[in-house]
């Protein structure tokens, strides 16, 4: 079982940044690819960025590529989510999700864009981007 708890969201005005947090339990965390996907109001989930079990890889969704950035801290338990120049349409509840179904085992870009190849999810942060 894997519990992930997000932090780090908020109300910005547009340009400007924020570094959401995500704090997984269990001592595989180093593990699994991890995710960030994003839900704004009426709208379905869209992907925003993934990183591999081990950090070299990354993958953003052109929408965020050049203004954020995912990294991980395996040693913390944390994966992060840098947003920087932020604007308007980024409003939304962020989520972080692990996919623990092969560990130590990416499978590619297009694999963990898709938000079902995900098994564990936290609750969500809300970020607000005031124009």
């Known amino acids: 079982q894997v519990q992930l708890v997000e932090s780090g969201g908020g109300l910005v005005q547009a340009g400007g940044s924020l570094r959401l947090s995500c704090a997984a339990s269990g001592r595989t965390f180093s593990s699994y690819t991890m995710g960030w996907f994003r839900q704004a109001p009426g709208k379905e989930r869209e992907f925003v960025a993934h990183i591999s079990w081990s950090g070299s890889s990354t993958y953003y969704a052109d929408s965020v590529k050049g203004r954020f950035t995912i990294s991980r801290d395996n040693a913390k338990n944390t994966a992060y989510l840098q947003m920087n120049s932020l604007k308007p349409e980024d409003t939304a509840v962020y989520y972080c999700?692990?996919?623990?179904?092969?560990?130590?085992?990416?499978?590619?870009?297009?694999?963990?864009?898709?938000?079902?190849?995900?098994?564990?999810w936290g609750q969500g942060t809300q970020v607000t981007v005031s124009s």
């Open positions: 999700a692990a996919d623990s179904k092969a560990p130590q085992f990416y499978r590619g870009a297009y694999y963990h864009s898709q938000h079902d190849k995900y098994n564990y």
